[in-house]
């Protein structure tokens, strides 16, 4: 599917209602009207959205299996995120971690009473 039709589905999917095409133009794609009409024919076409009376929805079944993928999509990017190392910090050099060592002040020694 091109991005296009991805972003008509997805939005679709998302408020679930039907919305006119004007409301998609202004929502979907404001400066692309040509892709949006082609997109939206090419996915009647495969049967994934309907026209019905100058709306367009998606049948019941196929927005739970769309909405399922997002979710599932959303839940492995979520993951991936976590599993990668955080750039929020910038690393320690081995010669910085050295003089953090020797910048700590030595602490009292205490012994143990027998």
């Known amino acids: ?3 296009t039709e991805n972003m008509i589905i997805e939005w679709l999917v998302v408020n679930s ?4 095409l004007s409301e998609l133009r202004s929502q979907i794609s404001p400066t692309i009207p040509p892709q949006l009409l082609y997109a939206l ?3 009647q076409e495969r049967s994934l959205v309907d ?3 100058n709306l367009f929805s998606i049948a019941p079944i196929t927005r739970e299996y769309i909405n399922h ?4 999509n959303k839940i ?3 993951i991936q995120q976590r599993q ?3 750039q929020k910090h910038p690393s320690i050099t081995t010669r910085e971690k050295s003089q953090i060592l020797f910048n700590i002040p030595a602490l009292p020694v205490v012994k143990q009473q027998s």
Do not use: K, T
């Open 76 to 78: 492995r990017s979520n």
């Open 1 to 3: 599917m091109s991005v």
């Open 41 to 43: 024919e090419s996915l």
């Open 17 to 20: 209602q039907p919305a006119s």
């Open 84 to 86: 990668r190392p955080s």
């Open 51 to 53: 026209n019905n009376a």
């Open 69 to 72: 993928q997002l979710i599932q």
